[in-house]
């Protein structure tokens, strides 16, 4: 391959025009020490690489438990919140609305089977620890539901051995006409 010198004068790998090559000019070696510098540049962008796939899989994978979890609970604070005896209805004060009235024992007991039911039907049982934390209905017309569970990455978890804890809260209110 032919390059223009400085003067114009043709060169050959970096030589003058006439000259013979050295081996070095034909090998496309420097002689200024640079060997085995492109092999460190390798492996840390490798390492780097590795590093980055593993750690956006880690957070991909909380963010899909995480609305798995919230899921759940959803679920468990609508079936909650349809868990009133129609006994209980009666007219409220303002106005003369006809409403559901709720009770914390029949909230508590209405999100314990939908999450039974719901872990025995599921295929794949990978919320770890499942706890029903707070199943308690305030104005005696909404559910609030708070479900927690333990996280651990899918790969390595040499940084979060134990994982981590996600808690989740729903809430939901029965619609009666």
């Not at 492996?43 to 991909?60: K, Q």
């Not at 005696?140 to 790969?155: D, K, Y």
Request: contains cysteine; proline residues 3%; charged residues 20%.
């Amino acid at each position: 391959m032919r390059h223009q010198g400085r003067r114009g004068r043709p060169h050959l790998f970096g030589q003058r025009f006439g000259q013979a090559p050295t081996a070095d000019a034909c090998s496309g070696k420097r002689g200024s020490g640079e060997e085995g510098s492109t092999l460190i540049l390798i492996i840390f962008s490798a390492a780097l690489s590795l590093a980055l796939i593993l750690g956006v899989s880690a957070a991909t994978s909380l963010y899909l438990e995480r609305k798995r979890l919230l899921t759940l609970a959803d679920g468990a604070a609508l079936a909650a919140s349809e868990s009133f005896d129609l006994s209980s209805v009666g007219a409220n004060d303002a106005g003369g609305m006809v409403r559901p009235v709720l009770t914390n024992a029949a909230v508590s007991q209405a999100a314990q089977q939908y999450i039974a039911r719901a872990r025995a039907n599921a295929s794949d049982s990978r919320l770890e620890d499942l706890t029903l934390s707070k199943a308690v209905t305030e104005d005696g017309r909404s559910a609030t539901i708070e479900l927690a569970s333990f996280w651990r990455p899918p790969v390595v978890s040499l940084f979060l051995p134990e994982g981590v804890r996600i808690d989740v809260e729903s809430t939901a209110r029965s619609v009666f006409f």
